[in-house]
């Protein structure tokens, strides 16, 4: 039987190592990064072949080549299985896995991969034929697909093979967009900047559309982050990356807002895997991805 002597220094012992597994859960931690990219904007894990893609900008600004955008495969490791897996694109962005497609957001349109030869299966535009702008794309668990298009403010809807309008969105409410995350019942907008009462831009917020009604709300009041990566961390908060200032950020179910860490400008849109506790970060900037292993605090 343990005396009290001992009693008391073992569970100050206790309590000490559960602060300590805590502290370390919250600090994300270098597991292996990787070069060789060209303007890497989005990452997204395909399960059923373990590995992930890297969509990559390639050429920029007044001197860039047309279609010279292309999606890299890369393993578990981070190792490059093939840098240029699928190619002819022209600024591809955000990236979708669903229907045993891989779906990207680019500026004429919103393509459609084959995932297992990598060649382009369709294209999807707006209705008037016209460059769609499109970002960040996602899809919910019924293999619906959303992008956003920042040329008309809408986010489109791939449901059943047709691809269509689904909700104008109001930027003066949601500020302009960025990330998007679908869940269950609910669509995920990540703001850029907003305009606050004074006529001054702060940073964006996390606003929710409602797939019952499309009704709009927002996840708490304090501003978020130039939102670009969005993703759930599986204990009703999100992991977010801030393009500009190169901050990964932690929004709890609440909106309270934290800073995992500080990383560089052009932090883009990573992917988040919860079981695994890993979280792929693409650096546009520096042409490489890295992955940290981070799970979020005890509650």
């Not at 012992?13 to 994300?28: E, F, Q």
């Not at 303007?39 to 969509?55: H, K």
């Not at 393993?75 to 891989?102: F, H, Q, Y």
């Not at 993703?231 to 992991?239: I, K, L, S, V």
Request: proline fraction near 5%; hydrophobic fraction near 40%; charge should be negative.
């Amino acid at each position: 039987m343990l005396t009290s002597r001992l009693r008391y220094p073992l569970l100050i012992l206790s309590v000490a190592l559960l602060w300590a597994k805590i502290g370390a859960a919250a600090a994300p931690t270098l597991q292996w990064e990787t070069s060789g990219f060209s303007a890497p904007e989005s990452v997204a894990y395909d399960a059923q072949r373990d590995c992930f893609y890297v969509s990559n900008l390639a050429t920029r600004g007044k001197d860039r080549t047309p279609e010279d955008g292309f999606i890299s495969k890369v393993n578990r490791a981070g190792k490059i299985i093939k840098l240029k897996w699928a190619t002819g694109l022209e600024d591809p962005k955000g990236l979708a896995v669903a229907n045993g497609r891989l779906y990207v957001g680019d500026t004429p349109a919103m393509f459609e991969i084959d995932l297992e030869s990598g060649k382009v299966l369709a294209r999807h535009q707006p209705e008037d034929g016209g460059n769609g702008s499109f970002n960040d794309c996602t899809a919910d668990p019924q293999g619906n697909v959303y992008v956003f298009s920042s040329r008309l403010n809408t986010v489109y809807r791939l449901h059943a093979g047709k691809f269509s309008a689904w909700k104008k969105i109001d930027t003066s409410v949601t500020g302009g967009l960025n990330g998007l995350r679908a869940e269950t019942d609910r669509l995920l907008l990540g703001g850029w900047t907003i305009e606050d009462g004074n006529g001054d831009q702060q940073l964006g917020h996390i606003s929710i559309v409602r797939f019952a009604d499309k009704a709009v709300s927002r996840i708490g009041n304090a501003p978020v982050a130039h939102v670009d990566g969005l993703e759930p961390d599986g204990a009703g908060g999100y992991t977010v990356t801030d393009w500009p200032d190169g901050d990964v950020k932690h929004v709890d179910a609440n909106g309270n807002v934290s800073t995992l860490m500080k990383l560089v400008k052009g932090t883009a849109d990573h992917e988040y895997l919860i079981e695994d506790e890993l979280m792929i970060i693409p650096s546009m900037l520096e042409d490489r991805i890295r992955a940290f292993s981070w799970a979020p605090e005890l509650p």
